[in-house]
């Protein structure tokens, strides 16, 4: 079965960084296009960053570009977002999901980040 858990979120200040974990498991990890997604509250859920092995490519929203990056370890089966920079609008829980051919298939529980002033 395909598994994701996403980790590593918790209370950060301005300015800080902080680093998001995606551990996956249950499918053919260096062939895959995995992507994280936010939601703030009262907010819809948004497309932040993306890694496709296909086509050897990363995908950054205009929100976090610059900011943010997106990397994998194939050898861990793990996906990563670094925020660094972070900013009170950056306040969401985040999820990372395995792409299919029609989009998000599956879905990590997500991981709460707030940032502090």
């Known amino acids: 079965d395909v598994q994701l858990q996403a980790s590593g979120g918790g209370l950060v200040q301005t300015g800080g960084s902080l680093r998001l974990s995606c551990a996956a498991s249950?499918?053919?990890?260096?062939?895959?296009?995995i992507s994280w997604f936010r939601q703030a509250p009262g907010k819809e859920r948004e497309g932040i960053a993306c890694?496709?092995?296909?086509?050897?490519?990363?995908y950054y929203a205009d929100s976090v570009k610059g900011r943010f990056t997106v990397s994998s370890n194939n050898a861990k089966n793990a996906v990563y977002l670094q925020m660094d920079d972070v900013r009170s609008e950056d306040t969401a829980v985040y999820y990372c999901?395995?792409?299919?051919?029609?989009?998000?298939?599956?879905w990590g529980q997500g991981t709460q980040v707030t940032v502090s002033s």
């Open positions: 999901a395995k792409e299919e051919s029609m989009g998000p298939g599956y």
């Open positions: 249950g499918f053919t990890f260096d062939d895959k296009v």
């Open positions: 890694i496709s092995d296909r086509r050897a490519s990363t």
